[in-house]
């Protein structure tokens, strides 16, 4: 008995796999559920649930017909109907990909645009920040060398004031030698007096003293103070106090033998400072 329904349910089973008894079976049961729910779940005694099912449900077209129909429906012409929607579908998709595709590509030619105005641009900056560094960098360039050639030129004026002193006071010198007129005796006297004095330590700085003095009535910087007292003693220099400029000055003494070194020889000459 249990080999028997074990077969009556895979033969069942087979034949609801196809497609047709499978449309067919869900088609009726759809169509019929009155009564079936009448037949199963109703009160009332099996005797009345057939008689009111005979009077009440039972037709050919809704038993058999319609069935059929709906089955042959499914079978033959829903797949064409699922082809057409398929068709539909796809065409829709490919209109939605190519729309999608071209709104891609648009914006991808706009994000490109953008990109190359933006590198543009940045190219611009960076070629007018190059022009700029450049031009900044010459002109500071330019002022380096017209500082420089100031000082060259405050150097050469400075050089050219100290050339003009040196010559106005050499030739005042020659033009006082000139002027000087000594016998055998003074000049005697005085080639004494110099040797005394080239005698001296002291007397090696003569020409930086006595330039210094000469020049700008001031005693050198670098040379030792008491190397300028001995001077001051020697009464060679003397000191003036300005009071009012509060300031100092030297200049030679009056009537004194002041002696200038030339051409790694000493002359001798006498004048008066004025």
Partial sequence: MKGIITAILDTSKDRLKNPFIG?????????????????????????????????????????????????GIYIIVLPYLMLIFDLISNNALKKKKKKNLFEHRF??????????????????????????????????QLNNNIEKKNKLIENLQSKVETLNKDYENLKRFSTDSMNLSFTLEEERELNEEYAKFRKEDYSEYFTEVGSEVSQNNSIPSKIDKIIIEKYLYADIIKKIIDKEEQS???????????????????????????
């Fill in 23 to 71: 449309a067919f079976a869900i088609s009726w049961i759809a169509i019929n559920w009155k009564p079936i729910v009448t037949f199963l779940f109703s009160s009332k005694t099996v005797e009345k649930r057939i008689e009111l099912i005979e009077l009440n449900y039972e037709s050919t077209w809704n038993i058999l017909f319609l069935p059929l129909i709906i089955a």
């Fill in 248 to 274: 100092i000055n030297y200049v030679f003494t009056e009537s004194i033998q002041n002696f200038v070194f030339l051409k790694n020889n000493f002359k001798i000459h006498r004048f008066k400072i004025i």
């Fill in 107 to 140: 914006y991808d030619i706009q994000g490109r645009k953008k990109l190359a105005i933006g590198e543009s641009e940045l190219e611009d900056i960076k070629a007018n920040y190059r022009e700029k560094s450049d031009l900044n960098r010459k002109i500071e």
